[in-house]
């Protein structure tokens, strides 16, 4: 028989949809804390997997692809900043530039609870010459403060500011800091000789695939 490809957005997509429209009977044989915890635990399985420089076979930093990418950075010579847009939720950016001494700015302001600032990504003069990272759908490194109000990046995150794929991530992208972050890839696109290298992207999220064909 043939071989079907599996897809993750799919599921959480259908896990997802049955949990909203459940009400107090069973839908698929779950009740909708059950569905929650299923979509919960597959969520959890997300972030470990992506959690790869906490896993004891990692080979480090220095021998990665973004360290690679990072001393190419610390090495050239130009006008302007590189930009990074990327829907990854790993570390591995982070650490590369960090391992090169390379500052960049992700949009938050802070070390201990660092919180969103979205006016310098619209006006980004006070870290002009740094490297922008953008995380279009969140980082393991974000959080939400104790009132649930605000999105944080901090050493303890939980990643629970991350955006899961599922039909949700159109609905949660449409909120800070995505919103800002989504908005810069717009504007870095319509600057005059600006150049978007892409590696990597399957083109499956149709936000991102509008902006950059717009």
């Given at each position: 028989s043939e071989k079907k490809e599996f897809l993750i957005e799919p599921l959480l997509s259908k896990i997802s949809e049955?949990?909203?429209?459940?009400?107090n009977e069973k839908l698929c044989g779950l009740a909708k804390d059950e569905l929650k915890k299923l979509r919960e635990d597959i969520e959890e399985k997300i972030k470990r997997l992506v959690s790869i420089h906490q896993e004891s076979n990692f080979i480090g930093i220095e021998k990665t692809n973004h360290n690679t990418f990072s001393k190419w950075l610390s090495n050239a010579d130009r006008d302007y900043p590189i930009e990074i847009f990327t829907?990854?939720?790993d570390y591995l950016l982070e650490l590369a530039l960090e391992k090169q001494q390379i500052p960049y700015f992700d949009g938050f302001v802070g070390s201990y609870e660092a919180f969103f600032c979205p006016e310098w990504i619209e006006n980004d003069s006070s870290v002009k010459?740094?490297?922008?990272?953008?995380?279009?759908?969140g980082s393991l490194g974000w959080s939400q403060n104790a009132n649930k109000t605000e999105i944080i990046r901090t050493s303890g995150a939980s990643g629970e500011a991350m955006i899961y794929p599922s039909f949700l991530k159109y609905d949660h992208s449409k909120k800070q800091p995505y919103l800002s972050y989504m908005d810069r890839l717009s504007y870095f696109l319509k600057q005059e000789d600006s150049v978007l290298l892409v590696c990597g992207y399957s083109f499956g999220d149709e936000h991102i695939n509008e902006i950059i064909l717009t």
């Open positions: 049955k949990e909203r429209a459940t009400g829907t990854n939720y010459d740094w490297v922008k990272l953008w995380k279009l759908h």
